[in-house]
């Protein structure tokens, strides 16, 4: 939380800077446009009032300037926008101050220099500081009285009349009462304005940290759970006579629980396993962590594959929620008696090339951690042939899915699989996952890509068994 709050004040003094840095480029702004406007009315002014109106635009553009070069080297403090904002309007009323001394004193109060204070104002709104606004504009209203009581004992004033207030050089006490509550009210809309930008910002800020932060968390349990994934695959494959074996994970955007290992049972046979729990991230890992550990235990143990399954499933059952289960293929292939004995539980059915036949391994029962016993579980065997192609995969090849919206699905896969069944293991997955990506090159993959793959080299004979 402490860190989280870091941030946001963090993220709150760079935009404080930012509109600084917006404030200060809108003053140097409006004195350029005061500054033509100096240049346009310079033929109708007396010699000192051109000075007075030239002094205080270059004063305030070296001063602009000067803030520009602070605010571009970093310097900046927080103290900084109210000594500029306060520096912006006591300007305004020194102009009006000297006037007094070339003109006749009622020209303090009805000169235009004085608008110049409502856009200053309103320059407080955007810095996110309504503490900034009230100070700026009580400020305003103080110089102005100031500024009124000076004038009050060199000029004649009247109680009533706009149209002397307006028309004449004079001054009335209901004209100055109108500008000083034009004023008043200026600054209380300003003040809300600042109090209510201020909370939105803030609120923006805030939940714009926030869901970085997530986002961070999110790709930290990610990347963790890609460590968890590549630790599970096997660091090596078995050599196993007869047989030509290859797998590969290629990790998506996010990264699930694929899983694929290759257990050697004898010098003549292995267990391949294809698997995919649901959901994603570090969870997805960690269960199929667990699924693995169980997996090799079970097999160290001489478990068979139904006990393999049932205990799998058994650990899943306990270990986790009703929402989480692992799809889940398991084959041991025997290249000494030419067979394949399976049990799918719930995966996406594996094809198996041969005699010229494609076949997918459908029979099987549901996936892993939904209920016990598991209904229809059975080990289906099936003969093998020399160059008999076997290809396990996750549901990340079938829901690839390119700029049409259209999936890489079965009957692509299937297509594949047929055409490239002549090539060894390894050429077949890496040009398998090469046509994955060029599927959509423009896009990454999304989810994870698992593919499992035997060849049948050279079989011993044997009796033909099929079940």
């Not at 699924?291 to 478990?303: D, I, K, P, T, Y």
Request: some cysteine; proline content about 4%; glycine content about 6%.
């Amino acid at each position: 939380m402490d860190a989280l709050s870091h941030r946001i004040r963090a993220a709150l003094l760079r935009e404080e800077i930012h509109a600084e840095i917006i404030a200060n480029t809108a003053r140097l702004a409006l004195l350029v446009i005061l500054g033509v406007l100096a240049v346009l009315n310079a033929g109708g002014l007396s010699a000192a009032a051109n000075l007075i109106n030239s002094s205080a635009i270059a004063i305030a553009g070296l001063y602009g300037f000067f803030v520009f070069l602070l605010l571009k080297r970093a310097k900046y403090r927080p103290v900084m926008k109210y000594v500029t904002s306060l520096i912006d309007i006591t300007s305004v009323y020194v102009v009006l101050f000297l006037y007094t001394g070339i003109e006749i004193p009622s020209v303090a109060l009805k000169n235009y220099v004085f608008l110049a204070v409502f856009p200053l104002l309103a320059l407080t709104v955007f810095r996110y500081d309504p503490k900034l606004t009230w100070m700026t504009g009580a400020w305003a209203v103080i110089l102005y009285v100031v500024l009124f009581l000076s004038v009050l004992p060199h000029i004649s004033i009247g109680a009533l009349g706009y149209e002397v207030e307006l028309f004449t050089p004079g001054v009335t006490y209901l004209g100055q009462f109108t500008k000083m509550f034009i004023l008043i009210a200026f600054v209380v809309l300003c003040g809300y304005l600042a109090f209510y930008t201020k909370r939105l910002f803030q609120t923006m800020i805030g939940t714009e940290v926030t869901l970085q932060v997530e986002k961070e968390t999110v790709e930290r349990e990610l990347t963790i759970a890609s460590d968890v994934q590549k630790r599970l695959l096997p660091a090596s494959l078995p050599n196993i006579k007869a047989l030509d074996l290859f797998g590969s994970v290629v990790q998506g955007r996010f990264v699930g629980g694929d899983y694929f290992d290759i257990i050697q049972l004898t010098d003549s046979s292995a267990l391949l396993v294809t698997a995919d729990v649901s959901g994603k991230g570090v969870p997805a890992a960690l269960i199929m962590a667990q699924v693995r550990a169980a997996l090799h235990l079970s097999v160290n143990a001489g478990a068979s594959l139904e006990q393999i399954v049932d205990q799998l499933n058994l650990l899943l059952l306990k270990s986790t929620s009703a929402r989480d289960f692992v799809t889940c293929f398991l084959a041991e292939i025997d290249a000494s008696h030419n067979t394949i004995r399976y049990i799918n539980a719930g995966h996406p059915p594996p094809f198996l090339q041969a005699n010229n036949e494609l076949m997918r391994l459908r029979k099987g029962t549901v996936p892993l951690g939904i209920v016990r016993p598991m209904p229809s579980m059975a080990v289906h065997t099936i003969d093998l042939r020399p160059g008999s192609l076997f290809v396990s995969y996750t549901d990340g090849i079938l829901e690839r899915m390119n700029s049409e919206a259209e999936q890489y699905g079965e009957e692509r896969l299937a297509a594949f699989v047929s055409s490239h069944r002549g090539l060894d293991a390894r050429s077949f997955v890496t040009q398998l996952m090469d046509d994955v990506r060029s599927f959509d090159p423009a896009r990454g993959l999304d989810d994870d890509v698992t593919v499992l793959v035997a060849k049948v080299a050279t079989l011993r004979p044997s009796e033909d068994r099929k079940a």
